[in-house]
């Protein structure tokens, strides 16, 4: 798609991109020149607003088509759809330029503003090149969506398999041989991928930017530069967090699987973080757990004895949302949603939630694994669906999230509330393990939540480079690699060869979905958490509050929701929180309890890498 709406039909078209075909509205030109006026600002963007919109769904559902049923005929139409709104919202953007010196009222300003600088991959004017970038987007979506690894001629993988693999085996060789394995579908991507930035650079200095990376930096209501810094001040406040969840981390693997595999004064090698990327480490809870018995609550196991199937987990996280005061899901989504993995055909399994009419018609899109994990994911997706609803009666350019990391943050500030209390209401566990179990709990969800914390901002930071030039493409996987060290403290297992493009086996990049958002969703989600809880009333600790049930929370939430992106994220953030910047100690206080714990089991260590 064109634009950054995250999961919505705009999201979708940010990751295409084609070229301008003449049909864009042209602003008069008269022979003799006639000064623009606000009246001419506001007809532009009415006008734009409507020509976008009525591109998008059918846009949305060809997209739609391809991510579900991955073909020749599919592709062509992403491809197709994608450079029509691509052209389109560039030539827009081209042209709001013209308002630059035209004075204009607030609101005008800020849709002028939105149309500008939200583009993803924006066309450069020549219709080939404009062309070639759109089918350069869908043929990377679909190289990932298509990947497999097999092991042999009879033995293939797919994603989801290979996930579940890395998640609970803990044979190294194979957690290798998969971690390997997967990244074989990459190297065919990095040609295209040095293509695409080439082309969509020029897109981006065609309107005026430096480069590809000042539009994605500039997004945020603030200046691109300005926006770098406040990531490192955030980033700032939770390294010495993550910095001791690594050292305890490092130590127990090494235990594990011997100093030999886990060097004590290195990186730790990323394939044995119970991840596929090693972005989110909670499911080698098992081997880094405190030695004293800790009952935590095994949802994985609790929805097995329930015998949930993947439509009641779904159902499941509906009736959070019902319980804080949101109507119910349309009908449409249940019959129109992917819930499973099609058999017989490829099918992009990362989760996503659509909003493919932009005013009812919500759907998700995974191929859900009866598992915590997923269940987690479920409340995730969800959040997205919610939020595009609430904010469907604002105008299109407002039909956003305050920012990408407010959309990234709902769903999981809901799951922040799938407490052992909330488990044992909705009648999935029979007991609420008591407090001397805190640091157990505390602990598996860090290992998803501060961990997650640095990849969050890496994968972006190596984008940025790129797009900029800094990382060349003979430089691009060292470049991400030197990263992966700086700011994860991780190492490649192995040497990789020559042609390997690890950015590319991550969905995002091959997606160009920015991915700062979900940095900012970290950050975000426990601000959130923290107020709706002050809200609901609870006057336990944070971690223990859930606010399922309070229609207090819920008008609050909903309050911001609504909103949509009319506003500045900042007024948004205050809406709800009572203030209005982005804080990392809301992530910081919700784990303190753990950082003496994990401080304690470092004092003998040597942390570091
Ligand atoms: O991509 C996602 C969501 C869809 S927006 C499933 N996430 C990131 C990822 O999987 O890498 C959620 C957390 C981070
Ligand atoms: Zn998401």
């Given at each position: 798609?064109?634009f950054?709406r995250t999961?919505?039909?705009?999201l ?5 991109g084609?070229a301008?075909c ?11 020149p006639?000064a623009?006026?606000e ?11 409507k ?7 059918p ?21 197709y759809f994608n ?13 709001s330029?013209k308002?630059?010196?035209v ?11 939105l149309l500008?600088?939200?583009?993803v ?9 404009s ?13 990932y969506?298509?990947?497999?690894y ?7 993988f797919t ?6 693999i ?8 194979l ?29 981006a ?5 430096k480069?590809l990376?000042e539009?994605?930096?500039g997004?945020?209501?603030?200046e691109a530069e ?9 980033w700032?406040q ?9 050292c305890?981390?490092?130590?127990e693997?090494g ?5 030999d ?8 090698p990323?394939?044995?973080?119970g ?5 989110s ?6 081997i880094?757990?405190p ?14 004895e329930?015998?949930y ?15 804080l ?9 249940w019959?129109?949603?992917m819930f499973?993995?099609?058999t ?10 659509w909003?493919v009419d932009?005013i ?11 598992n915590?994990?997923?269940?987690s ?7 997205h ?37 909330y ?5 999935l566990?029979?007991n ?11 602990l598996?969800?860090a290992?998803?939540?501060?961990a997650f914390?640095?990849?969050g901002?890496?994968v972006?930071?190596?984008r940025w ?13 060292s ?8 700011y994860?403290?991780?190492?490649a297992?192995v ?15 091959p ?12 950050i ?8 709706l ?12 509050c ?5 229609k207090?929370a ?8 609504e ?6 994220w ?15 100690t ?10 003496a ?8 260590r040597?942390?570091?890498w």
């Amino acid at each position: 798609m064109t634009f950054k709406r995250t999961k919505s039909a705009l999201l979708v078209i940010a990751a295409l991109g084609l070229a301008a075909c003449g049909d864009e509205q042209q602003i008069p030109s008269n022979s003799e020149p006639k000064a623009l006026t606000e009246k001419d600002a506001q007809q532009f963007v009415e006008k734009a607003q409507k020509d976008i919109s009525e591109l998008l769904i059918p846009a949305a559902q060809a997209e739609w088509a391809y991510q579900t049923y991955i073909n020749q005929d599919t592709a062509a139409l992403s491809a197709y759809f994608n450079e029509k709104v691509t052209s389109k919202a560039t030539n827009y953007a081209k042209q709001s330029a013209k308002f630059n010196a035209v004075e204009v009222d607030q609101d005008t300003r800020r849709k002028l503003n939105l149309l500008t600088n939200s583009l993803v991959m924006p066309a450069p004017e020549d219709p080939e090149k404009s062309a070639r970038l759109a089918q350069i987007g869908s043929e990377l979506g679909g190289m990932y969506g298509a990947g497999k690894y097999c092991r042999n001629t009879e033995e293939c993988f797919t994603l989801p398999e290979m996930s579940n693999i890395m998640a609970s085996e803990r044979d190294p060789k194979l957690l290798l041989e998969m971690w390997e394995g997967w990244r074989q579908v990459s190297p065919p991507m990095k040609a295209l991928y040095a293509e695409q930035t080439e082309l969509a650079n020029q897109g981006a200095q065609e309107l005026g930017k430096k480069d590809l990376s000042e539009m994605w930096r500039g997004s945020y209501d603030m200046e691109a530069e300005a926006f770098g810094q406040e990531l490192d001040r955030l980033w700032g406040q939770v390294k010495p967090f993550y910095e001791a969840l690594h050292c305890h981390v490092r130590a127990e693997l090494g235990e594990k699987y011997g100093e030999d595999v886990v060097p004590q004064d290195e990186p730790i090698p990323a394939h044995l973080l119970g991840n596929m990327w090693g972005q989110s480490w909670g499911n080698i809870y098992d081997i880094v757990k405190p030695e004293q018995k800790m009952d935590v609550i095994d949802i994985t196991k609790a929805l097995e004895e329930h015998d949930y199937d993947e439509i009641q987990m779904v159902k499941q996280a509906e009736s959070f949302f019902s319980s804080l005061g949101f109507a119910p899901l349309p009908e449409t989504f249940w019959e129109r949603s992917m819930f499973t993995q099609p058999t017989e055909r490829d099918a992009v399994c990362h989760a996503s939630a659509w909003d493919v009419d932009n005013i009812e018609d919500l759907r998700i899109k995974m191929c859900i694994q009866k598992n915590g994990e997923d269940f987690s994911t479920i409340h995730h997706e969800l959040g997205h669906n919610y939020y595009q609803r609430a904010y469907n009666k604002q105008p299109t350019l407002y039909q956003n999230s305050a920012n990408d990391g407010f959309h990234e943050a709902i769903g999981d500030t809901i799951a922040l509330s799938i407490t052992p209390k909330y488990l044992k209401e909705i009648g999935l566990v029979d007991n609420i393990p008591d407090a001397s179990n805190d640091i157990g709990m505390l602990l598996k969800l860090a290992l998803d939540k501060i961990a997650f914390v640095p990849f969050g901002l890496m994968v972006d930071q190596w984008r940025w480079k790129v797009f900029s030039g800094e990382i060349t493409p003979e430089q691009y996987n060292s470049g991400w690699w030197q990263l992966r060290e700086k700011y994860q403290g991780l190492q490649a297992p192995v040497d990789r060869p020559a042609d390997a493009f690890d950015p590319g086996a991550k969905y995002h990049v091959p997606a160009n979905t920015p991915y700062t958002r979900y940095f900012l969703a970290h950050i975000l989600q426990f601000q959130f958490h923290r107020s709706l809880c002050e809200i609901a009333g609870d006057q336990g600790p944070v971690h223990r509050c859930s606010i399922y049930g309070s229609k207090e929370a819920g008008t609050a939430l909903n309050n911001m929701l609504e909103m949509g992106q009319s506003r500045p994220w900042q007024e948004a953030l205050e809406t709800l929180t009572g203030k209005p910047e982005m804080d990392a100690t809301a992530i910081l206080d919700y784990f303190e309890p753990l950082k003496a714990w994990l401080d304690e089991q470092n004092q003998d260590r040597k942390c570091g890498w």
